[in-house]
């Protein structure tokens, strides 16, 4: 599977990107990325920056909620109708957990599409196409602060970063591209001058209690009986305990944190039998 080549920031990128033409600038949204290709059996296959799984329950626990989605959400059908051959696509997008920016999660979708590749191409498609490609498809493409914008007028220098779509602050930063394949980052400073994740305080099962709230419970009971499924003891474990690690993922999984990953989901486990007790007796 095709991986992911780097960017350069503004400062190193070619010259022809800002000499003629014209640009988008897209969010550069702070999450992790998370590649995919459907295969000819209709199965997902899904990739980091550096692996690739052939067994989606391989992925990472980080990736997990954006896999559920995608699985859930990607159109397999459509694609089939779209190509001659399904390999011939991969795509790239972030994996919306926890880094360095708290985004409103309920409004972060858990995937975030930016750039498709075509195998026989060997090319990346146009940033116009990619938005629309990732719609057709029942995925959300990263947003576009400008579209069409003339190259020659647009100056890094004097850039005013707008509020992000997903947080009320300013952006990451914003990813430059034209339709050539050409692109740069520009980051923005005062984000990357924010202070790290705060080392865990407490032993796994409070922090259990401390993330598993009644509300996230309800919260999570709603999605599934909102999309008509049913809400078992496994389907309301693994997307409290998904949510939970997708929110505070610079926490739990920082270098300098100690939790033991097994006692909190053993601790999340039991608060969610005990949700679902209440729950049974209310009725």
Not at 5 to 17: F, G, K, Q, Y
Not at 82 to 92: G, K, M, N, R, S
Request: hydrophobic content about 35%; glycine content about 4%.
């Amino acid at each position: 599977m095709k991986q992911y080549p780097s960017i350069p920031r503004v400062e190193n990128a070619p010259d022809e990107l800002f000499e003629s033409g014209h640009l988008w600038l897209l969010e550069k949204v702070d999450g992790a990325l998370l590649r995919f290709q459907l295969q000819d059996s209709g199965l997902v296959r899904f990739g980091d920056s550096d692996r690739v799984y052939d067994d989606p329950d391989a992925v990472p626990d980080p990736y997990q909620h954006a896999v559920r989605h995608i699985r859930e959400n990607f159109d397999r059908e459509a694609l089939r109708n779209a190509v001659d051959d399904v390999l011939d696509v991969v795509f790239f997008g972030e994996a919306m957990h926890r880094h360095t920016i708290d985004y409103d999660w309920e409004r972060a979708p858990s995937f975030l599409g930016f750039d498709v590749w075509s195998v026989s191409r060997e090319t990346f498609r146009p940033p116009d196409a990619v938005e629309q490609i990732f719609e057709r498809l029942g995925l959300h493409p990263v947003n576009a602060f400008e579209r069409e914008q003339q190259a020659q007028y647009f100056d890094p220098d004097s850039y005013a970063f707008p509020e992000s779509q997903w947080y009320d602050e300013p952006p990451e930063g914003v990813v430059i591209r034209n339709k050539r394949g050409q692109r740069a980052i520009l980051p923005n400073p005062d984000v990357r001058e924010c202070n790290g994740p705060v080392p865990v305080d407490a032993l796994e099962p409070e922090l259990a209690e401390r993330y598993a709230t009644q509300r996230r419970f309800e919260r999570v009971v709603e999605a599934l009986e909102a999309s008509g499924r049913p809400v078992t003891f496994d389907a309301l474990y693994h997307r409290v305990l998904e949510a939970i690690i997708r929110e505070e993922y610079s926490r739990l999984y920082h270098g300098r944190s100690n939790v033991d990953m097994g006692a909190f989901r053993s601790a999340v486990a039991v608060l969610t039998r005990a949700f679902l007790d209440d729950r049974t007796a209310d009725r």
